[in-house]
């Protein structure tokens, strides 16, 4: 079996090991909101996040049993910022449903958030039940804490990009280092942190995912304008419709004449343009440039990912070409 097929049947196994976590530590009353909270849960998803940590504790010696509940409360820390992105972005579709606020109204979405934010925690916390120190779990729910903290941060720098009059490629780094890369690096960290790692073993692998997280967060802006719509399972040119600042649109912005840069700012965030106004936003974008751009500098970051992954000494072999092949993954997937 070649390592990408292996990876994913991996990944596939692990998936549903923290699913089944999941759902025996998420249940109570009222049944209305749990079943909100659960609902991208159930929808599926890459389960790239607690992936990386299952296997950084791997890599640093550990076993996968100690590692679940780091891995089930990232995701479920993710699954959280997700509901309260969807709301703040108006989107209708994730994961190929309807969003949670959609469903359940934007009241009861902001409360299945909140649930999930505190379940991140109690999932971290039956790690003592397997026998991790009381140290190790502390230091893992620090992490996880900084997380938390550092994606909220870095959504608010992405609210706040628009409003930048000249933002500059710089300025998306930083926001998309907090908000979408840190979860990965926090995730390897916490992987780490389970598996009593050193903490020169920490730093690196947070390195690393800090990388391979801005490369994929960057292939991520390149599929919302390129990519299928059936594949992700949400709708495409959502970031034009929501004005977002992303790599392709600061690149775009700052490469193509007024006369050009006039439509694209009149077109991006306006919820009202047609379908032809946001293919026309989309052609002057990929007209620019952007798109070659993009796709050279989400590479660069995946190489020095791979550049930093060299440098560490392994435990385990096989969890670490796993990790290699993720971070391939990361930058290389259509959905």
């Given at each position: ?58 890599i ?5 049993e ?20 969807d ?25 299945a ?10 999932c ?22 900084d997380?938390?903290?550092t ?15 000249e933002?500059?490629?710089e ?6 280092s ?73 690149y ?10 006039a ?9 009202n343009?047609?379908?032809d ?12 440039g ?21 440098e ?13 092949e ?10």
């Open positions: 079996m070649c390592l990408a097929m292996e990876l994913l049947k991996y990944a596939e196994e692990v998936g549903k090991e923290v699913e089944e976590f999941i759902y025996n530590v998420i249940k109570g009353e009222p049944w209305k909101v749990y079943e909100a909270s659960l609902h991208y849960i159930k929808a599926g998803g890459k389960r790239l996040r607690p992936l990386v940590v299952i296997l950084a504790s791997r640093a010696g550990g076993s996968e100690i590692a679940i509940p780091g891995a089930a409360a990232v995701e479920v820390l993710h699954t959280f910022t997700l509901i309260h992105d709301i703040i972005d108006k989107d209708e579709l994730r994961r190929g449903v309807p969003t949670v606020h959609k469903l359940w109204g934007t009241d009861m979405a902001i409360i958030g909140d649930l999930l934010f505190a379940y991140a925690y109690k971290l916390l039956k790690a003592l039940e397997l026998g991790v120190s009381s140290d190790r779990v502390a230091k893992a729910i620090e992490a996880l804490t997380a938390a903290i994606v909220a941060e870095g959504q608010a720098l992405d609210m706040m990009l628009p409003e930048v009059r933002a500059r490629v300025d998306y780094i930083t926001m998309v907090k908000k979408t890369a840190a979860l990965f690096a926090y995730s390897a960290k916490i992987g780490g942190i389970l598996a009593g790692a050193p903490e020169e073993f920490l730093l690196n692998i947070f390195n690393i995912m800090m990388n391979a997280g801005v490369a994929f967060q960057i292939r991520d802006d390149i599929l919302g304008l390129v990519g299928d719509e059936k594949v992700l399972g949400k709708p495409v040119y959502s970031d034009l419709r929501e004005g977002k600042r992303t790599v392709l649109v600061i775009a912005l700052n490469n193509v004449n007024l006369e050009k840069k439509k694209l700012l009149k077109i991006l965030g306006n919820r343009a047609s379908l106004e946001f293919k026309e936003a989309a052609k002057i974008i990929l007209e620019s952007a798109l070659e751009y993009s796709e050279s500098l989400a590479e660069m970051y995946a190489t020095r990912a791979l550049e930093l992954l060299n560490l000494k392994p435990v385990n072999v096989e969890a670490f070409d796993m990790f290699k993720l971070i391939r993954f990361m930058i290389k997937r259509r959905y």
